[in-house]
């Protein structure tokens, strides 16, 4: 049996195809990942994707959608998450137009139903049943979540992502700019108010996910350690490793870390920086004791729905 599942968020759309066997055991055999910034600069189009970003998203999900039915595949299941559900009755306009143009049935799923297919995705092979605090930073939203493999305790949902921080505090740059530091600045306060219901000096380990960030860590050559309780997660940074690359990273123009941070198998990241921004502020906040990357997202969680269905 062949399952699709595609995630059309503020930045990307992502297509993942899977195969599964007589075991119950699956494989990805296909995926791709590609941007089209639906939800980025809504605030400045009066709440609505640019035509030019529309188009672009409408281009890649006639792809999407070429590729399930070259593969046959049968099952599937198409969601939107943070762009199409911030932009209320226009939402429903834009899924209607999916619809219309690509044969594609989208579901705009809650900010609740995405943390929870996240955190699904991170425990599905953890051994250790100590909690963690999960982090899954996208363009728009960012979810926190508490708990362990047997359950989840606690959901934080913010909209703190990164092309919601670029939007909000450099409308006027150009996305291959690098923000000054007194917008820096604001993005950490922002950051920091939303932070707040968060207990203090929790002492969690952050699980912090999203598609490529074990490759993200590689490619911007983050220090590692090996990390044990988990097949999926195979390793553990410092806290105060990501923060240093934070701190020299912002002053460096988009187009020369493109040159510098980049491996066989890694392309540097637009977003990078304010995704770790996240992440930083969150860890000094909690006191983690070390942070585990993780290349699951929802696509995961949203494969294991349909096959447990």
Known sequence: MKVGVIDIGTLKVKLQIVEM?????FKTIYQSNNLTCLGCHMEQNNGRPKEENLQKTLQELIRCKNILDELGVKTSRIVSTHAIREMGNVGSEIAKLIKNETQLNIEII??????ELFFNAVFKDFKTVKDH????????????????KDKLKTSFLLKTGTSTLWDKFTPHHNEMDFPKRKDVRKMKG??????????KNINLPIVYGSSCIIDLFKGIRLPMQKYSHSK????????SDMSDFLDKVWS???DIREEKFISPTYRYMWGVDKAFLNVVELAKKI??????????????GL???LINN
Do not use: C, M, T, W
């Open 21 to 25: 066997g007589h075991s119950g055991q």
């Open 110 to 115: 809650s900010q609740k139903e995405e943390a």
């Open 133 to 148: 605090l999960v982090i899954d930073v996208g363009g728009g939203s960012v979810q926190i979540l508490i708990g362990n």
């Open 190 to 199: 922002y950051i920091l108010a939303q932070l707040q219901p968060i207990p």
């Open 232 to 239: 999926s997660h195979p390793f553990k940074a410092r806290v």
């Open 252 to 254: 460096i123009p988009y």
């Open 287 to 300: 006191d983690a004791p070390y942070i585990i990357p993780s290349n699951q997202n929802i696509g995961n």
């Open 303 to 305: 494969i294991q729905s």
